[in-house]
């Protein structure tokens, strides 16, 4: 049973860790890119997003991370995402 928990806490943690990837990619690309409205920052965020969600979908179907945390997961980082875009956009 251990075993299955460090196994679960690992996928968790890869989850984060690339959920704050995607986070510090956007920010770079803000700071020194391209403006959020530009379909190049659109498509990236879109082609992230969409990756990170297979990872947490996979993980979930493997047993790996209960469905809300993942959804939760989803949520933190849409919401983070969208309070960098309201600053960027706000300056």
Do not use: W
């Amino acid at each position: 049973m251990e075993k299955n928990q460090k196994i679960n806490n690992a996928a968790y943690d890869q989850l984060n860790k690339d959920a704050d990837r995607i986070l510090q990619l956007i920010k770079v690309q803000m700071d020194n890119l391209t403006l959020p409205q530009c379909p190049l920052y659109e498509e990236v965020l879109d082609t992230q997003m969409f990756g990170l969600q297979k990872e947490v979908d996979f993980a979930v179907q493997l047993g790996l991370v209960d469905r809300e945390v993942g959804k939760d997961l989803m949520l933190r980082l849409e919401k983070e995402l969208s309070k960098l875009h309201d600053a960027f956009t706000n300056v």
